[in-house]
């Protein structure tokens, strides 16, 4: 069973730079998909972040396109995001999962609360 | 961008009632690129249905997805207990991916 695990700090101050972990288990992410971070704020529905395989190459939301990198290390078995110049509105529980075109999301870690707050 | 419409918002119905949930596209899903999704206060969301309307591992045959195109629609045959919870539709045949505002199916 593919386990997902998302790490980092649950509290960001605004203008500054998010940064999250997910680790994979049970998979190795260097034999394909596309690995993805989902969020969802308090109350709220759920918005696809980006996509990126195990090559480096990255989809990213357009909305987020701008303030967002993701990368993939696959001797960690491991990838990450950073999103840039966060304010309240990118408080959310953050989600890593197996997601992208043409795979629904099966495999998903449990999420973990950024909250942006100074 | 496919937006992705779901109604009702709130579905109230006692244990043992049929649930019909829809989801509409702005644009055709390609490939019937549709998935319905469980989630749980405090959980991650759970796949239940992808291909517009093949069953995820392990989830029970009172769920069950149909639709194509434009239009998609979830039925519960008969609430459990643990179903009520909030549903949301995703199209992923096409970026970006998209989750439509979802539904919550509610103790009558």
């Known amino acids: 069973q593919v386990q997902l695990q998302e790490s980092g700090p649950g509290l960001v101050k605004p203008s500054e730079t998010l940064s999250l972990t997910c680790a994979v288990s049970?998979?190795?992410?260097?034999?394909?998909?596309?690995w993805g971070w989902i969020r969802q704020p308090p109350g709220k529905g759920l918005e696809w972040i980006g996509s990126v395989y195990h090559s480096g190459n990255t989809y990213y939301n357009p909305s987020l396109k701008s303030r967002l990198t993701m990368s993939i290390d696959t001797s960690k078995n491991q990838f990450s995001l950073k999103l840039r110049s966060v304010t309240a509105a990118d408080t959310a529980v953050y989600y890593c999962a197996r997601v992208f075109v043409g795979y629904a999301g099966i495999y998903w870690g449990q999420g973990t609360l950024v909250t942006v707050s100074s | 961008e496919i937006v992705l419409t779901q109604s009702p918002g709130t579905l109230s119905l006692s244990p043992g009632e049929r649930a019909t949930l829809s989801c509409r596209a702005s644009q055709s899903v390609s490939s019937s690129y549709l998935a319905w999704y469980q989630q749980k206060p405090g959980q991650a969301p759970r796949l239940l249905i992808y291909?517009?309307?093949s069953r995820a591992t392990g989830i029970p045959d009172r769920f069950s997805g149909s639709g194509s195109g434009t239009d998609f629609t979830l039925i519960i045959s008969r609430l459990e207990p643990e179903d009520f919870a909030v549903y949301y539709c995703?199209?992923?045949?096409?970026?970006?991916?998209?989750f439509g505002g979802g539904t919550k199916v509610e103790i009558k």
């Open positions: 291909g517009a309307s």
């Open positions: 049970n998979y190795s992410i260097s034999s394909g998909y596309y």
């Open positions: 995703q199209q992923y045949g096409s970026s970006p991916l998209t």
